[in-house]
Structure formats: structure tokens, C-alpha cells
């Protein structure tokens, strides 16, 4: 049975840190590409950062570049979101997403929260 769960998420001050972590069970991890998404009230879904499967190349939405950074450790089938210097505006749900040619899975969700 395919498994992400997302943990780390929480309510924190503008410019303080948090590290979110994916936990991945039920498929070959290292194939997978690993993304993290957000989803803020009243708005669409939208892509934060992804990692290839060997973890050679990263991506990131230009609102995160610079602040978040995005690993992952494919002996412990897990990949990490580290969050700094946060904003009000990156207040959302994450969700972490694996993904392997017509294969797509989702987490759950960890709710984060950033105080002004």
C-alpha cells in the first residue's frame, strides 16, 4: 500500500524556520521525482519545489527561491522541506507528491502557519 505522510508542519513567527519531512512506504522511492506542493485558502494548488530521483537537480517556485530548500534521503525513503525565513504568505497545507511516468501520489497534508 503507497504511503506519504508529511509531518513537521506548525504555527510559527514571520522569519522563523520549519522542516517538514515526507515519510514514503509502497513503491520504489528512488525512482521517484518528489515534489512539495501548497495549498492556501481560496487558491489552486500550486508547486514549491522538486527533486529528481537520484536528487541531482532542484527546482523552485521564484516565491521560495533563496528561503526553502528541498532533499531527500533515499536509504530512509524520505524527503524534507526546509523552510526559512518564512512569510505570512506562505501560509498553507503542504502536501508532498512522488511521481513516475503515468504514477501520482499524494500525502495527506501538514498544515503550516506563519504569524506576521
Known amino acids: 500500500q503507497v504511503q506519504l505522510v508529511e509531518s513537521g508542519g506548525g504555527l510559527v513567527q514571520a522569519g522563523g524556520s520549519l522542516r517538514l519531512s515526507c515519510a514514503a512506504s509502497?513503491?520504489?522511492?528512488?525512482?521517484?521525482?518528489m515534489s512539495w506542493y501548497r495549498q492556501a485558502p481560496g487558491k489552486e494548488r500550486e508547486l514549491v519545489a522538486t527533486?529528481?530521483?537520484?536528487?541531482?537537480?532542484?527546482t523552485y517556485a521564484d516565491s521560495v527561491k533563496g528561503r526553502f530548500t528541498i532533499s531527500r534521503d533515499n536509504a530512509k525513503n524520505a524527503v524534507y522541506l526546509q523552510m526559512n525565513s518564512l512569510k505570512p504568505e506562505d501560509t498553507a497545507v503542504y502536501y508532498c507528491?512522488?511521481?513516475?511516468?503515468?504514477?501520482?501520489?499524494w500525502g495527506q497534508g501538514t498544515q503550516v502557519a506563519v504569524s506576521s
Open positions: 507528491n512522488a511521481r513516475y511516468n503515468f504514477l501520482d501520489y
Open positions: 509502497g513503491f520504489t522511492f528512488s525512482s521517484y521525482r
Open positions: 527533486i529528481t530521483s537520484a536528487g541531482g537537480s532542484k
